[in-house]
């Protein structure tokens, strides 16, 4: 077997081995049972103590919602007026400016919805002080945001009837105690062991082996990198993220960071099965996701290890495969592994340059953003899924002549209406803003607030035309990564990205927060010979099925002006 693909399959085979204690840990966790994590607990009391937040009160999805919605408007603000002024604060030995307001406005929202689209560089865009204080607290709090949220669902679904979802800071806090610190700590250790700097020491001078002086820049990097993947946020500590010999220097860390940005999304996978003791639905729900997340891979490694096909009718051999934008160190195979599951889990962290990826490598990068529920980011990975599946139910329903039901519950007209909506909306922001952005390079619609838009991209043709739907792509999946050959920096992708990832990071979380407290809150129905299983292999396949209608519906004839074009047009 090829060494590229064995290392590959050791990676994903080790990430499903660790994730599944991980799950049965986060279920014990939130059932209160005893952890060997307890020692924490003294700590929480203080922290409820001093917010004045009572713990054990209850509530309901609309309270759950509240809670979650104004503490992440007040983090947006604090974001915001730290970028805006880190040229004037303490920590910041290279001299760093503030942000632009609008680089702020992006860079505070993007953060916040654990996104990190960066449209800066790490090393000269912030300060020691704001990749700390400001991004790094952004990456543990947008992660525990999403995880509480899927733990309120959990609440609901495990009930047969009750109005409450549990206590939304009292699941954020522990999220971040028991579940992301102690594991940032272990992954932190492992990349500081390995080379990668954790220390707030400023710019290091060093001579090349050519001879060259040069300054190399340096800061609390091991600690910001174990976050970002295991919170699925993904900004990178340096500009070319985990491509830089200094965030990722080898092989072995490479897999590191690959399990870590995998390990938690497919934990609360197991952790459900564990939590609502319906394992097998859990298990249905796995399979189904991980085969989406190999029609996916399996075309992107193909396309990577076997080269470009324009370099081939050329008569040039290419033994290693398609290693423009790739690191020597990690090979054609693993950068497309990871590819595959930074996009499909909205971490968007790259070892490689996605924009130097074959055409139908680059499809399936935004096909697994479009999609965003195999697996998918902590906590809204089978958020998205249960859109799908409320989908799913109702259509099954209709073709068996049943009211759709749903864990004993009846999914009436309002439960499909916010399913639809959540998955309208999201095609919408995708499609609308490249069409406006793209009718703005049309026209050559020059203005000062557009930064020419004749500007913008470095690649022509279709291949233009992806680079824009991607950053859109990306911001709606609450991604992050990008084709960097977009010129993003400026007023209109700053602010329309910046709307985008609002809309598209809350929209996707109110809606199965809402679906399911509305389902929670009615009667429970019996199963009967007649009720629709929602673990079978058969429904798995029939929510798998809408899944593709209903993307393919959405996106092919977006992709079929991108990657698709570009794909024939070489051949």
């Not at 912030?126 to 400001?134: I, N, P």
């Not at 039901?405 to 609308?432: D, N, P, W, Y």
């Not at 406006?436 to 930064?451: E, P, R």
Request: aromatic share 12%; net charge neutral.
């Amino acid at each position: 077997m090829n060494t590229e693909l064995f290392g590959v399959i050791v990676t994903f085979l080790l990430t499903i081995l660790l994730a599944f204690p991980l799950g049965k840990y986060i279920a014990r966790v939130f059932k209160g049972e005893k952890t060997f994590t307890d020692f924490m607990a003294p700590l929480e009391r203080i922290i409820f103590r001093f917010s004045g937040i009572d713990p054990r009160k209850k509530m309901n999805w609309k309270e759950f919602l509240k809670a979650m919605l104004t503490i992440n408007m007040l983090w947006l603000v604090y974001a915001f007026l730290l970028l805006l002024f880190q040229g004037n604060l303490p920590m910041n030995p290279d001299g760093n400016p503030g942000q632009t307001p609008d680089l702020a406005f992006n860079t505070a929202i993007s953060f916040l919805v654990n996104c990190n689209l960066q449209h800066y560089s790490g090393e000269s865009g912030v300060t020691y002080l704001t990749q700390t204080f400001v991004l790094m607290f952004l990456q543990f709090v947008s992660a525990a945001t999403g995880i509480a949220a899927l733990i309120g669902v959990f609440n609901g679904l495990k009930e047969r009837t009750t109005n409450s979802l549990g206590n939304f800071w009292n699941i954020f806090t522990k999220t971040i105690t028991r579940i992301l610190l102690p594991l940032c700590v272990i992954v932190a250790l492992i990349l500081a062991f390995n080379g990668t700097p954790a220390s707030y020491d400023g710019k290091d001078s060093i001579v090349t082996l050519q001879g060259d002086s040069m300054q190399v820049s340096r800061g609390p990097a091991a600690a910001f990198i174990a976050i970002k993947h295991l919170g699925t946020n993904g900004g990178g500590y340096f500009g070319t993220n985990s491509a830089h010999p200094l965030e990722n220097p080898n092989y072995f860390t490479n897999m590191v960071e690959l399990i870590a940005q995998v390990i938690i999304p497919v934990a609360l996978i197991f952790a459900l099965g564990f939590y609502i003791n319906r394992k097998k639905f859990a298990y249905v729900i796995f399979g189904i996701m991980t085969v989406g997340m190999l029609c996916l891979l399996i075309p992107a490694m193909n396309g990577e290890m076997n080269g470009n096909p324009a370099i081939a009718k050329m008569g040039v051999a290419q033994a290693t495969g398609a290693m423009e934008g790739k690191e020597v160190r990690f090979g054609p195979a693993s950068s497309a592994y990871w590819s595959i599951v930074t996009t499909i889990i909205s971490t968007g962290s790259v070892n490689s340059m996605h924009d130097s990826s074959m055409p139908l490598s680059g499809m399936m990068q935004m096909l697994g953003m479009m999609i965003n529920a195999f697996y998918g980011g902590c906590g809204v990975g089978v958020l998205n899924y249960l859109i799908y599946l409320i989908i799913a139910v109702f259509i099954a329903g209709l073709m068996v002549g049943r009211t759709p039901e749903f864990m004993g519950h009846k999914v009436e007209a309002r439960e499909v209406k916010i399913a639809a909506f959540v998955t309208l909306f999201s095609a919408f922001l995708l499609k609308a803003g490249t069409a406006v952005a793209a009718y703005l390079l049309a026209s050559h619609a020059g203005q000062d607030w557009a930064a020419k838009p004749e500007n913008w991209l470095n690649n022509p043709g279709f291949h233009g035309f992806s680079e824009m739907l991607y950053e859109f792509t990306s911001a709606n999946a609450n991604n992050g990564s990008g084709f960097e050959g977009l010129g993003d920096n400026n007023i209109f992708w700053n602010i329309s990205t910046g709307f985008v990832l609002l809309l598209s990071r809350f929209i996707p979380i109110i809606g199965p927060v809402a679906i399911i407290g509305l389902l929670a809150n009615k009667k429970y129905i019996p199963a009967s010979g007649g009720t629709l299983r929602t673990d079978s292999l058969t429904f798995g396949g029939v929510t798998f099925a809408v899944i593709i209608i209903i993307n393919a519906l959405s996106y092919f004839p977006a992709l079929a002006l991108g990657p698709l074009a570009e794909y024939f047009s070489m051949r």
